[in-house]
């Protein structure tokens, strides 16, 4: 068997495969290497900052989602800074708006969404009256209808529930 190689980080030897070597001492315990370095967290911070959420960032990134939120327990100031990337969209939008108030359509807008002088009102006037009326009472002929209809109804579901069971 050849010897195995050393680690790049502990430069231990890496553990052979096989299970009379897994629990001998002195070999490696550094694990795989993870794939969240320097370029994949830029990735992954240029896609928070164009407001993508995880998953599509993850898919821009080329890491899997399970990959991020270990990443995330591990780093929990990364959270925060992720949080306030996906702000950025929102923090332009607003300079932009602000800096074009010049325009007197951009000026009008703005001040439609913020001032409560400026909202837009609808009002809605009726003219008329309003008029409540008793229904007639029903004749017996007619309740005696109503009774009808409501057994033959009892009847058809009662066939329908039988065809069911």
């Not at 495969?17 to 001492?25: H, M, R, S, T, V």
């Not at 300079?95 to 951009?106: A, E, H, Q, Y």
């Amino acid at each position: 068997m050849a010897r195995p190689k050393n680690c790049g980080k502990c430069n231990k030897p890496k553990r052979p495969k096989g299970n009379k070597f897994k629990e001998l001492p002195n070999y490696c315990e550094c694990g795989r290497p993870t794939v969240m370095d320097k370029d994949m967290i830029q990735k992954l911070e240029d896609a928070f900052s164009n407001s993508l959420p995880d998953r599509e960032a993850c898919q821009y990134a080329g890491v899997s989602p399970a990959t991020l939120y270990n990443y995330q327990t591990e780093n929990p100031k990364f959270v925060e800074r992720k949080e306030g990337l996906k702000l950025t969209p929102n923090i332009v939008a607003r300079k932009s708006i602000v800096n074009s108030l010049g325009d007197v359509r951009v000026a009008q807008w703005w001040l439609e969404k913020k001032d409560p002088d400026f909202k837009q009102v609808s009002k809605i006037e009726h003219a008329g009256s309003v008029e409540v009326v008793d229904k007639p009472a029903l004749s017996d002929d007619e309740k005696k209808a109503l009774l009808a209809l409501r057994e033959a109804r009892k009847k058809r579901i009662q066939k329908e529930s039988d065809k069911l069971t």
